[in-house]
């Protein structure tokens, strides 16, 4: 052992093949010697049968030849050179992709939340506060504000009356489409939120797309704040003389003959209507000629169950009645959150008065039967109505 050579391993390997490997000169392995007794590296050469990428048409066993590596590193630069610039002018998918492409989820996200055509409403929303700063705006000389009443109040009312209390509409068809009409409904439910949903009935679901102007009680328009927003929805004093102008307009106006005692009648009473009064809305149709439309509302008698009158209390207040229910006024403002019933509201066939002579609004008999004959219509339909219910709730 203390006499062995050590054989470098490329003699050891030229030994025993006896050859230079195909592919290498004997210059090449005087080369790699004269760099290992110097200590420099051997140029590299091609391993026979491998290729590196992109060498399959260079001279000898596939290799690039120097005219083509040059050639690659030209245009190596020149392809990065170009990257760099799109990069630096915001032409890159670094800068004007990732822009587009933000944009784009942001207008998704807000198409989404707001709707397809939310651009328009924003539109449309700035336009209507331009005119309400600049007054450029109607009132007719009743208070009513046509375009606050579209606009807002009808957009606060409307998902009330989709979601919430789910309103079915039928016989919409039977107020005429131009032309005065007069339309009695039943009163009901310890606060007037029948009138509400008859408005947006009317509003939202009429082919003609007309409006409803109701009568109201002297209550309505001596509350502060409640008296302006009545006045701005087309609202009006509950007498013979507006009615008849609104009539004579050719307007659609909306009366509950019941009045308080329907509205504040205890719920074991529910959906029997009361007395119609003196048949004043009648007169008021034979004098103009207007079309008389019953309407029944089902639904309303439960969103407030009262069980109870505090008289002492209304009196302090000066109110007609004040309402005891299950959760008023046990549960203080929470108490005051009607119960979400399902509705339906339903018109009749209109009854005409344009055939009756001009004397025949002073003719009290016929006042009387025109007024019996629209509440028991009223009556009839609401029993109609009650017997095809499923439920108070759905």
Known sequence: MGDAKVIPFDDDRDRSRGAAPAGQSRTGQRARRRGARTGQSAPLTTVPGQQGPGEGDGPGKGGAGPSEAAEDRHGA????????????????????????????????????????DWEDRAARGLAFLRRRVTG???????????????????????????????????GIENIPADG?????ANHSGTLPLDGLMLQVAVHDHHPADRRLRLLGADLVFVLPLVNELARKAGHTLACAEDAQTLLGRGE??????????????????????????RGGFVSTALRTGAPIVPCSIVGAEEIYPMIGNSRTLARLFGFPYFPLTPTFPWLGPLGAVPLPTKWTIQFGEPLPTDDYPPEAADDPMLMFNLTDQVRETIQHTLYKLLVRRRSVFF
């Open 77 to 116: 630069e020149q392809r990065f050179g170009d990257a760099d610039g799109a990069a630096s002018r915001g032409e890159g998918p670094a800068s004007g992709g990732e822009d587009a492409a933000a944009k784009g989820a942001l207008g998704g996200l807000v198409a989404r939340l707001l709707g397809d």
């Open 180 to 184: 005065a009409a007069l339309v009695v």
């Open 136 to 170: 450029e705006y109607e009132v007719d000389d009743f208070g009513y504000d046509r375009e606050l009443t579209d606009q807002v109040l009808m957009s606060l009312l409307r998902p009330v009356f989709e979601k919430y209390f789910r309103v079915e509409v039928r």
């Open 252 to 277: 659609v106006v909306g009366v509950m003959p019941e009045g308080f005692k329907g509205l504040g009648k205890p719920f074991a009473d529910r959906y029997k209507l009361q007395r119609f009064g």
